[in-house]
């Protein structure tokens, strides 16, 4: 696991350098998304599943970098007091929405780009898993936007 050390950020806020790192890079992951949706659309399939297993790869190394630290130090030990504050609230919500759309994306990374499955442990119908993860994805950068507000920008207004 990587660790970046606290610096102020650089957006204006209360957050971090990292976390305001996070945001702009997920921001920009996110467009990324939808322009590997629209390759699909336009059949260029190979374009597609480099630039969404891209996204994909790049997201888990920023998970490790600055949401999994962040939540460990941050959210981990309210766990055991119980989640009564929407801070932690929020927090919460987005990792369990996060953590499913990241596994989600690497069984299709797998189940699609590799013969590693047995073909009945394959999807038969893509489009559907595909854009399920596209919106389950979307709504996952919509609560990130969230959790930063909620950590950085509503505490210092």
């Known amino acids: 696991?990587?660790?970046?050390?606290?610096?102020?950020?650089?957006?204006?806020t209360g957050a971090t350098f990292g976390?305001?790192?996070n945001l702009v890079v997920q921001l920009i992951?996110?467009?990324a998304l939808i322009a590997g949706a629209r390759l699909a659309k336009h059949k260029r399939y190979k374009a597609h599943g480099i630039c969404q297993t891209t996204v994909l790869l790049l997201n888990l190394f920023m998970i490790g970098l600055v949401m999994w630290p962040s939540f460990r130090q941050q959210v981990k030990p309210a766990?055991?007091?119980?989640?009564?504050k929407w801070y932690y609230e929020v927090a919460m919500l987005h990792a369990l929405l996060g953590t499913t759309a990241e596994l989600l994306g690497l069984y299709i990374v797998i189940a699609a780009g590799t013969n590693v499955l047995p073909r009945w442990l394959r999807f038969?119908?893509?489009?559907w898993w595909m854009r399920t993860e596209l919106v389950l994805w979307v709504i996952v950068l919509l609560s990130g936007i969230g959790t930063y507000c909620a950590?950085?920008?509503a505490p210092f207004q």
């Open 1 to 12: 696991m990587l660790y970046m050390p606290p610096m102020k950020g650089f957006l204006g």
């Open 19 to 21: 976390a305001d790192l």
């Open 29 to 31: 992951m996110g467009t």
């Open 79 to 84: 766990l055991s007091k119980g989640l009564h």
């Open 124 to 127: 038969r119908h893509w489009k």
């Open 151 to 153: 950590w950085y920008v």
